[in-house]
């Protein structure tokens, strides 16, 4: 099965700077990679999502970027702010299982003011 | 966007009793809903897929007979913690996808279960 790993599983930066988050896949068949937002006690909500048939997402300040050679895809923050402060959750879905999500482990993000 | 319900958002009880939680997607037919554990900062884990009009599909090691599930409608799937011990207190996260493949799966708000 797919196996989907997430680093860091912590992040601290400075309100206005970047922050970047990775994510690596091991199944080749997975074509499908959303990104979820979790805030402490309340539900993950999609923030952006990249199929595999293209390399870069991009929405106002966030941003995905996949490499399917090298099975791994990235969520790029810029000009953060503390209400970026969140749990984020990659995941990967393959293309002969619609059903199955496969999540990362999460990042803490913290955007210190 | 699609919006998916769940209740109760809390619940707290004694050990023994069986809980029942459910999930209803709002405005739009869900023919498959999931139901996901998280335990206090670790990610979802998935533990069962509800396919409307038939039986659930269970992960390994979780008991089919410990949580029960019935999704007997496009738009409402239950989930029973049955029995519940303390080990059973958690966040249980429901998700509906949209009856077309493609697209992405929305969480409820969530149920805090605690057993004391």
């Known amino acids: 099965g797919e196996n989907v790993e997430q680093h860091p599983s912590t992040l601290s930066v400075q309100e206005g700077d970047s922050a970047v988050i990775k994510c690596t896949y091991s199944?080749?068949?997975?074509?499908?990679f959303p990104w979820y937002k979790q805030e402490l006690g309340k539900r993950p909500q999609l923030i952006i999502d990249?199929?595999?048939?293209?390399g870069e997402k991009k929405d106002q300040r966030i941003a995905v970027t996949l490499n399917k050679t090298a099975k791994h895809f990235s969520l790029h923050i810029t000009e953060t702010q503390p209400e970026d402060s969140a749990v984020y959750f990659c995941a990967a879905r393959t293309s002969y299982n619609f059903n199955k999500f496969y999540f990362g482990s999460g990042t803490k993000l913290n955007v210190k003011p | 966007g699609a919006v998916v319900s769940q209740h109760p958002s809390r619940v707290i009880c004694k050990s023994g009793t069986s809980v029942k939680i459910e999930c209803r997607s709002l405005d739009f037919q869900a023919t498959t809903m999931f139901w996901y554990r998280q335990f206090p900062k670790q990610s979802l884990m998935l533990m069962a897929t509800?396919?409307?009009?038939?039986?659930?599909?269970?992960e390994q090691g979780v008991e089919k007979d410990k949580f029960l599930i019935n999704h007997a409608s496009l738009t409402l799937s239950t989930l029973t913690v049955t029995s519940a011990h303390p080990e059973d207190s958690s966040f249980y996260i429901c998700s509906a996808r949209h009856q077309f493949s493609n697209q992405p799966q929305h969480f409820g708000d969530g149920t805090r279960l605690s057993i004391l």
């Open positions: 509800s396919n409307e009009g038939s039986k659930a599909t269970y």
């Open positions: 199944d080749s068949a997975s074509n499908y």
């Open positions: 990249i199929r595999s048939n293209v």
